[in-house]
């Protein structure tokens, strides 16, 4: 491969890893501020005691800016009704021990969920019962078929009951995982779209520049070297580190600035004229959205590009293909059973 086009294509990696790095910046400081997380972890809760009709009363502009302001009603919990279990669980002290008074947890261990919602029972229709008359208690036909099918020919007992419902809790949590995973890269998306907009981040003029101006491609090459660290670049997961996050994205936006893009556009110096304008304006418009869904891919797929790019043009080490996470904390609580 020419020489030429790995470098063109090392600059262009560059810049869709820095726009990457602030649009990820941006979503994050956003999801942090409107407690973003927590609100699904909610649905992913109402989902799994199947009370998915109550998500509509939780949706709206007031909720948002109620969580974003940590006022009291943000989550909505009290238009589900005294009757809801959800909300009975949610307000166990368990869950709202997790996270500061306005907020919510963004995060539940499977076992502590199970153990809230045992207790939220075991609390409200008696202790002593088996499993089955604790659910039948209930009134929600689907919830009870679900945990019984779960616990099968087993113990009917509470901690059979306990354990069914880490199962269930699990088993939801995944597909909410990856409903959200799916959400933020559209986030990111719209995000990149907006800064590609307004900031001029077109990636067909860019090529364009790269492959004619050398100087300028040697510029973004050493940019790269000189900026790609050890380990793929991370954000803060700490739900209530918004206003960091904000910072950090504002800090990304002027490395962006750096870049060889801005208003105005080369491509419309000269253009006079409904068509050649409206042309200037749809090629425009195709380089913004390459931009936008560059960035939707995430700054660790450009991390990984930059860094085999780099190896393959002969300037750097191959990243390693392989990495091995992190083993995470395992919660065990006292067993229910006697």
Same mark, same amino acid.
Not at 187 to 209: C, E, K
């Given at each position: 491969? %020419?020489?030429?086009?790995?470098?063109?294509?090392?600059?262009?990696?560059? =810049?869709?890893?820095?726009?990457?790095?602030?649009?990820?910046?941006?979503?994050?400081?956003?999801? %942090?501020?409107?407690?973003?997380?927590?609100?699904?972890?909610?649905?992913?809760?109402? =989902?799994?005691?199947?009370?998915?009709?109550?998500?509509?009363?939780?949706?709206?502009?007031?909720?948002?800016?109620?969580?974003?302001?940590?006022?009291?009603?943000? /989550?909505?919990?009290?238009?589900?009704?005294?009757?809801?279990?959800?909300?009975?669980?949610?307000?166990?002290?368990? $869950?709202?021990?997790?996270?500061?008074?306005?907020?919510?947890?963004?995060?539940?261990?499977?076992?502590?969920?199970?153990?809230? /919602?045992?207790?939220?029972?075991?609390?409200?229709?008696?202790?002593?019962?088996?499993?089955?008359?604790?659910?039948?208690?209930?009134?929600?036909?689907?919830?009870?078929?679900?945990?019984?099918? &779960?616990?099968?020919?087993?113990?009917?007992?509470?901690?059979?009951?306990? +354990?069914?419902?880490?199962?269930?809790?699990?088993?939801?949590?995944?597909? $909410?995982?990856?409903?959200?995973?799916?959400?933020?890269?559209?986030?990111?998306?719209?995000?990149?779209?907006?800064?590609?907009?307004?900031? +001029?981040?077109?990636?067909?003029?860019?090529?364009?520049?790269?492959?004619?101006?050398?100087?300028?491609?040697?510029?973004?090459?050493?940019?790269?070297?000189?900026?790609?660290?050890?380990?793929?670049?991370?954000?803060?997961?700490?739900?209530?580190?918004?206003?960091?996050?904000?910072?950090?994205?504002?800090?990304?936006?002027?490395?962006?600035?750096?870049?060889? &893009?801005?208003?105005?556009?080369?491509?419309?110096?000269?253009?006079?004229? /409904?068509?050649?304008?409206?042309?200037?304006?749809?090629?425009?418009? &195709?380089?913004?959205?390459?931009?936008?869904?560059?960035?939707?891919?995430? %700054?660790?797929?450009? /991390?990984?590009?930059?860094?085999?790019?780099?190896?393959?043009?002969?300037?750097?080490?191959?990243?390693?293909?392989?990495?091995?996470?992190?083993?995470?904390?395992?919660?065990?609580?006292?067993?229910?059973?006697?």
């Amino acid at each position: 491969m %020419s020489s030429h086009y790995l470098d063109v294509a090392v600059g262009l990696s560059y =810049t869709f890893l820095a726009v990457s790095l602030l649009c990820s910046a941006t979503r994050e400081a956003i999801a %942090s501020l409107f407690q973003t997380r927590a609100k699904v972890l909610l649905d992913g809760v109402l =989902t799994l005691l199947h009370e998915s009709g109550a998500k509509p009363q939780l949706r709206g502009i007031g909720p948002s800016i109620l969580r974003l302001f940590r006022l009291r009603g943000g /989550f909505g919990l009290e238009k589900l009704g005294s009757q809801s279990l959800t909300a009975e669980v949610m307000r166990h002290p368990l $869950i709202t021990g997790m996270a500061q008074q306005g907020r919510m947890p963004s995060y539940i261990p499977s076992a502590i969920f199970a153990r809230a /919602f045992v207790s939220t029972l075991t609390a409200k229709y008696g202790k002593g019962k088996t499993a089955a008359a604790l659910l039948n208690s209930i009134g929600n036909e689907g919830l009870t078929k679900t945990l019984l099918a &779960i616990m099968g020919e087993g113990p009917d007992d509470a901690a059979a009951l306990e +354990n069914a419902a880490r199962i269930w809790y699990d088993t939801v949590m995944d597909r $909410i995982s990856g409903w959200y995973k799916r959400r933020s890269q559209f986030v990111l998306f719209l995000v990149g779209l907006v800064y590609a907009v307004v900031m +001029n981040i077109d990636a067909l003029q860019l090529s364009q520049r790269l492959w004619s101006d050398a100087a300028l491609t040697s510029q973004l090459i050493q940019k790269a070297e000189d900026a790609k660290p050890a380990v793929p670049p991370g954000l803060p997961t700490d739900p209530a580190s918004g206003v960091a996050q904000a910072r950090q994205a504002k800090a990304q936006a002027e490395e962006v600035q750096k870049l060889p &893009i801005g208003w105005p556009s080369a491509r419309f110096e000269g253009v006079k004229g /409904f068509g050649p304008v409206t042309v200037a304006l749809l090629f425009a418009l &195709i380089g913004w959205i390459a931009t936008a869904f560059a960035a939707s891919l995430g %700054s660790p797929f450009w /991390f990984e590009g930059v860094g085999w790019l780099l190896a393959l043009r002969g300037t750097g080490a191959k990243p390693a293909t392989e990495t091995t996470a992190a083993p995470s904390a395992v919660v065990t609580l006292p067993s229910l059973r006697k």
